[in-house]
Each structure stands twice: as C-alpha cells, then as structure tokens.
C-alpha cells in the first residue's frame, strides 16, 4: 500500500512563502511521477504542477513564476515551494504519485496523500 504524507502547510500573511513537503512509502515505480493539487474553498481540485522522476516539469499557467516544484534527493520525495502567496491561493493542498509522465492530466494518479492546509490572509 502506497502512502503519502503532506507537511509544511499553514497560515501566512499575503506576500509570505510556504514550503510544502511530500514523502510516499511503499512505492516501487521504476519511473513515476509526482504532483501536487489543490482545492479552495468551494472551488474543484486543481493541478498546480507535476514532475517526473527524470526531472521534466509541467505547471499550471496561472501559478508559473510563483511556486516551484522540485523532488528530494531521496527517491519519492517531493516539494513545492510557494512565494508571493495570495488569499486565493488558500486551500487544501494535495501531494500524489503516479507511474507515468502525463503532466497535470487527471487519469495520471495512482494515490493520494490526505493533504495540508494553506491559509493565506490578506
């Protein structure tokens, strides 16, 4: 059984930084890749961005230049650092895992961590 665990989320002040943190166990992909999603309040879960366990990158438009996705030196570990935070941001943030490169594409997940908070106040 795969499981992964968020950590790192909170409440910052609009302007601040966050960095998330994901770590999944029980996974033997060969080649995978990792993502983080959000949900807002009231609002659909969305892609923030994904990458691969090659290292290629894919985001979403609204948020390029503003968080940064990056895997850990150890295998199946993730982040995703976020700056210039704004209330909208603010959400239930998602770290997940899949075993092949399809971007944000939805059918790409294989299992879901339960998720850390973000609150961002204006």
């Known amino acids: 059984q795969v499981q992964l665990v968020e950590s790192g989320g909170g409440s910052v002040q609009a302007g601040g930084s966050l960095r998330l943190s994901c770590a999944a166990s029980?996974?033997?992909?060969?080649?995978?890749?990792m993502g983080w999603f959000r949900q807002g309040p009231g609002k659909e879960r969305e892609c923030v961005a994904a990458i691969s366990s090659g290292g290629t990158t894919s985001y979403a438009d609204s948020l390029k230049g503003r968080f940064t996705i990056s895997k850990g030196n150890a295998k199946y570990t993730l982040f995703l650092q976020m700056s210039s935070l704004k209330p909208k941001d603010t959400g239930m943030y998602y770290c997940?895992?899949?075993?092949?490169?399809?971007?944000?594409?939805?059918?790409?997940?294989?299992?879901w961590g339960q998720g850390t908070q973000v609150t961002v106040s204006s």
């Open positions: 997940t895992i899949g075993w092949r490169w399809l971007g944000c594409h939805p059918q790409a997940w294989d299992y």
């Open positions: 029980g996974a033997t992909y060969s080649n995978y890749q």
